[in-house]
Nanobody
Framework: QVQLVESGGGSVQAGGSLRLSCVAS????????MGWFRQAPGKEREGVAT???????SYVDSVKGRFTVSQDNAKNTLYLQMNSLKPEDTAMYYC??????????????????????WGQGTQVTVSS
């Protein structure tokens, strides 16, 4: 059973930075897709960024150039570096993953590309 534990959320002013972490355990396969999703109050959940076991990354347009997804395989940890934060980035951020991940599927930050395992979330609040 894959378990995901997020940390690193908090409150910052617009223009500030935060780094989210997601520690994963229970992986037994080398193929995976991992990513970050977010949900603001009263809004639909949306994808933010994903990374697959080949290191290929994908971002939603609204965060391109500001957010960077990365991983430390030795620590089984996924990161999301968020710079130039905006009030509209305020949301609960969730780490999600699936392993094994079929090569027939695409690893992308889209909610309709459902991933199997989810963390509990970490809150990010950006004030203007």
């Amino acid at each position: 059973q894959v378990q995901l534990v997020e940390s690193g959320g908090g409150s910052v002013q617009a223009g500030g930075s935060l780094r989210l972490s997601c520690v994963a355990s229970g992986y037994t396969y080398s193929s995976y897709c991992m990513g970050w999703f977010r949900q603001a109050p009263g809004k639909e959940r949306e994808g933010v960024a994903t990374i697959d076991s080949d290191g290929t990354t994908s971002y939603v347009d609204s965060v391109k150039g500001r957010f960077t997804v990365s991983q430390d395989n030795a620590k089984n940890t996924l990161y999301l570096q968020m710079n130039s934060l905006k009030p509209e980035d305020t949301a609960m951020y969730y780490c999600a993953a699936e392993s094994p991940f079929s090569p027939r599927r695409r690893c992308m930050p889209r909610v309709d590309y459902e991933l199997k395992y989810w963390g509990q979330g970490t809150q990010v609040t950006v004030s203007s």
